[in-house]
């Protein structure tokens, strides 16, 4: 048995001793291949096997396998074996190695901790394939305008809207001269948008460092969390003869990526901590690949530029806020200060949102085109909603950064596909999640207002390119057209002409104002204003068929509701539910953000409570969240938008019962409206 031993022990050496440098580097570039294939079984026999086997241990190729392994054994959920080789490597010799071991160490006890928390995303996915090769040629289908044409718009809006409000001011005052007036809007048009023009870029700059809490930091940072990154990165500016983007890092657990400047050497590439941590290294990497296409199509440029003005108001308006924060005594004043510049941030953004919207497909396309990885994009773009969602439930301070650089992130951070619990997910429900986005008729309506493309129809692109390149696809897109043959079109469209109609009723309103103010024989009613009338009995109107028509409760469950192609953005379905209430910590403007959620989903909550309400419905725990703890019996009007919500209009258990009334507010302007009818001429 001795013998047999000894034997077992000599076997190794014996095998590298026959084995020939060459034959052990080939084994060597075998496994970094399917690494980079992500063939992880076939990467870990490899690398495995050319540990073993190779003699020399203080050998670059020997560091450079056991790196490499470690990367193999995260991809492939060996989470143990992985901890287990990195803190080998921390002990190195080499400080670059020691170094990279122990940056690479705390992202994995960052994962292990994730998984046990949340129940990773990664078992619900299958990591579909990726081409073998990068800058693979496909075909973009015609799912969007011609991205010069969207710049073009998009340049223009900006001065037209200064310009029509310094003309009417300016016939004012030089009326008998309308040429003067015009030449004169025009000129300092010209002037307002060409200096922020200049300023945009620098404006941005102070926002991030002063309210987004962005760390500038290093390429060598990048490139141990993704090293794929680093090494297009290099490819790419190498290429294309310009300098590295500036690297920022915002310092919060809420995944977001972006790019701004208005030169391409002098580009900033943004992402927050939460997106580095919470993604893998190809899902990183095409991250990063999507943000420099917009680089390369120069779309990045437009936007900073057309934002100048916007962003302008929005850093007013985070002042405000912080004015708000700091003095109980200021908070009115700064409440009404903050109204006019989040408003007119908020029209900024809505008159650049046609060219942001346009050019994510484009970065899509580039980022596909040079790595050849569609499902890692599909994958990421479902996971930071997810992961947004649970990092806001814990969070103990607000991400302005979210509303600020909406436009020019990656993905709109408030879709629904953050409506479901991460331990829920699989991929047959996501595809049911994305059938509202491509089937429902109000769909194309709302995403003239959006920032993005819908996801779901994002994701139908990107499936489009993986079946170009004869991948199989993350999402079960057969499951997907089963289930849209199993929906009735025909209720589908004549519920949404019925709540086209209930929406129309104010513009009727105003039609009908509109006959009444120029026909002489209504002018009996003695009506100063019947236009404001009109709109406002429109509104009334529709305040009182959703109040008197909302039914009873439908007997459905929050994740169903989530999943419905039928949800109306309007017309809210009554439903009653037991669950838990929580609201964050934080608190902004416009009070604290309040979410509901049972085993299976979770929705933001839109409510009136406030001042004692709160205290008398939470309590403080030591976390900094704020919780009721036990059950309670909601009930509300489920809606879905952009992203899904809940409006809250009663809650009720052993203890206590709450009343809100969602349509209060729609109640008070119609009746306001009303009012001023009789008053203003």
Not at 439 to 451: A, C, G, R, T, V
Not at 513 to 528: C, D, E, K, R, V
Not at 582 to 596: D, E, H, I, N, R
Request: charged content about 15%.
């Amino acid at each position: 048995m001795y013998y047999l031993l000894k034997l077992g022990e000599l076997i190794p050496l014996f095998i590298s001793a026959i084995m020939s440098p060459q034959e052990s580097l080939e084994e060597l570039q075998k496994g970094l291949q399917s690494l980079q294939r992500q063939n992880y079984p076939d990467a870990i026999a490899y690398l495995e096997n050319f540990c073993k086997y190779f003699p020399d241990n203080e050998s670059p190729y020997f560091v450079q396998a056991e790196m490499s392994l470690v990367r193999a054994y995260r991809g492939q959920g060996e989470q143990e074996k992985a901890i287990a080789l990195c803190q080998s490597l921390a002990h190195s010799p080499n400080q670059e190695v020691a170094s990279w071991a122990r940056s690479l160490f705390k992202i994995l006890t960052i994962d292990e901790k994730n998984s046990n928390e949340l129940g990773s995303t990664e078992q619900y996915f299958f990591n579909g394939p990726r081409a073998d090769e990068t800058n693979v040629k496909i075909v973009m289908p015609r799912v969007a305008d011609s991205l010069k044409f969207a710049k073009v718009i998009t340049l223009i809006f900006p001065f037209v809207a200064v310009f029509i409000v310094l003309f009417s001011f300016s016939w004012l005052l030089f009326r008998p001269n309308l040429v003067f007036a015009g030449l004169y809007s025009l000129l300092v048009s010209l002037f307002i948008n060409g200096l922020f023009f200049l300023l945009s870029t620098w404006l941005i700059d102070q926002i991030q460092e002063q309210f987004y809490q962005t760390r500038w930091g290093t390429f060598n940072e990048i490139q141990r969390y993704s090293p794929e990154t680093g090494d297009f990165l290099l490819r790419f500016c190498r290429e294309k003869r310009i300098k590295l983007p500036r690297l920022g890092i915002i310092e919060d657990g809420r995944p977001i990526a972006f790019t701004y400047g208005i030169n391409a050497n002098e580009a900033r590439l943004v992402v927050s901590r939460g997106l580095l941590e919470s993604l893998t290294e190809d899902e990183i990497a095409v991250i990063y690949t999507h943000e420099l296409g917009h680089i390369l199509n120069r779309d990045f440029r437009v936007m900073t530029l057309v934002s100048g003005w916007g962003q302008c108001f929005y850093f007013l308006y985070l002042g405000c806020e912080k004015l708000a924060q700091k003095s109980k005594t200021w908070h009115t004043i700064a409440f009404i200060l903050a109204l006019p510049c989040y408003g007119l941030f908020q029209l900024n953004n809505l008159l650049n949102t046609y060219l942001s919207r346009t050019r994510e497909y484009y970065a899509d396309h580039f980022a596909i085109t040079h790595t050849g990885n569609p499902n890692a994009l599909v994958r990421a773009l479902v996971k930071i909603p997810l992961i947004r969602i649970q990092q806001e439930l814990n969070a103990t301070q607000a991400a302005p950064f979210l509303v600020g650089m909406q436009n020019f992130s990656v993905c709109f951070p408030k879709t629904s596909m953050g409506s479901e619990k991460t331990s829920q997910l699989n991929p047959q429900n996501l595809g049911k999640l994305l059938l509202w986005d491509l089937l429902n008729p109000w769909s194309f309506f709302l995403e003239l207002i959006s920032s993005h493309p819908l996801i779901g129809k994002r994701i139908q692109v990107l499936t489009h390119y993986a079946e170009q390149m004869d991948l199989r696809t993350e999402l079960n897109m057969t499951q997907m057209q089963q289930d849209a043959s199993n929906i009735n079109r025909n209720i589908l469209y004549l519920s949404f002409f019925l709540e086209l109609g209930l929406v129309s009723f104010p513009l009727l309103g105003f039609i009908a104002g509109l006959i009444f103010f120029f026909n002489p024989q209504f002018m009996a009613l003695h009506l100063l204003n019947p236009i404001f009338f009109g709109i406002g009995l429109g509104l009334l109107c529709q305040v009182a068929i959703a109040t008197l028509f909302s039914g009873k409760p439908i007997d459905t469950d929050l994740q169903s509701l989530c999943y419905s192609p039928y949800a109306s953005p309007f017309w809210s379905r009554l439903v009653q539910w037991q669950g838990q209430l929580q609201a964050v910590s934080y608190s902004t403007l416009w009070g604290k953000p309040l979410y509901f959620h049972d085993d299976k989903a979770i929705i933001p909550v839109r409510h009136n409570l406030f001042g004692k309400v709160w205290q008398k419905l939470f309590k403080h725990h030591s976390s900094g969240v704020l919780m009721l703890e036990s059950l309670m019996e909601i009930q509300g009007g489920f809606r879905r938008r952009l992203s899904s919500y809940l409006e809250l209009k009663s809650m009720a258990n052993d203890e206590i019962s709450i009343t809100s009334y969602p349509q209060l507010w729609k109640l008070i302007v119609a009746i306001a409206i009303i009012l001023l009818g009789f008053i203003i001429k």
